[in-house]
């Protein structure tokens, strides 16, 4: 098969849906299950009240019950909003190219400040110095571009496919790929064309990972 690859990057609310999916498909049903144990520990808590009101034990577990059924549902709400709110204090840009292979799956991430403030400097053997410009140290960045450095750093993440469980679900918007049950990775279909979209989804039927 032809080698795939598609650039893209993911907004806030881009990145929130991915987790909702992520939570919805692996935790949603052991926390429906929990739900229904706490439940039953509260119901059995206000029969208790109910029959002995003086009883502190009764309003013990049925507190303790209550707060862990509210809690269980509102944790990854907890969570999402602080790993959102992490992002933004980082103030990180992140861009991806996510390349297929016929044996494996290549990610490389490009991180970069957001807002970054650059300036070309000088290291010298007296230590660092802005370049002003017309100057021949300017003349000299510009005929070799090759030494400035921006910042950017890239990271490569590579998923073999004999070694690692992926699967790509369809959405609305989202071209979600779950890795290991641990990992998630949203590909908005905004930053592929219509064949970049056919394509990406026919290489994963082709292997099976739909």
Partial sequence: METISVKFDNTPQEIEAAYKAFHTRYTFKKKLIYSVVYLIVVILAVDL??????????????????????????????????????????????RYTMTLYDDRIEIETEITS??????????????????????????????????????????KTVYRLTETEICLSDQRDLLLMFVNRSFIHAVPKRCLSDKEVLDFKAYFEDKGLI
């Fill in 49 to 94: 009240v109910i029959k002995n009101p003086t009883n502190p034990t009764g309003y013990i577990a049925g507190g303790l019950g209550l707060g862990i059924l509210v809690f269980n549902w509102i944790k990854p709400v907890i969570i999402r909003k602080k790993m959102l709110q992490g992002m933004a204090e980082l103030g990180t840009d992140e």
């Fill in 114 to 155: 957001a807002g970054q403030e650059t300036e070309t400097v000088a290291i010298t053997s007296h230590g660092i110095f802005t370049v002003e410009e017309g100057s021949e140290a300017a003349k000299e960045i510009a005929e070799h571009p090759e030494m400035v450095q921006d910042g950017t750093q890239v990271e």
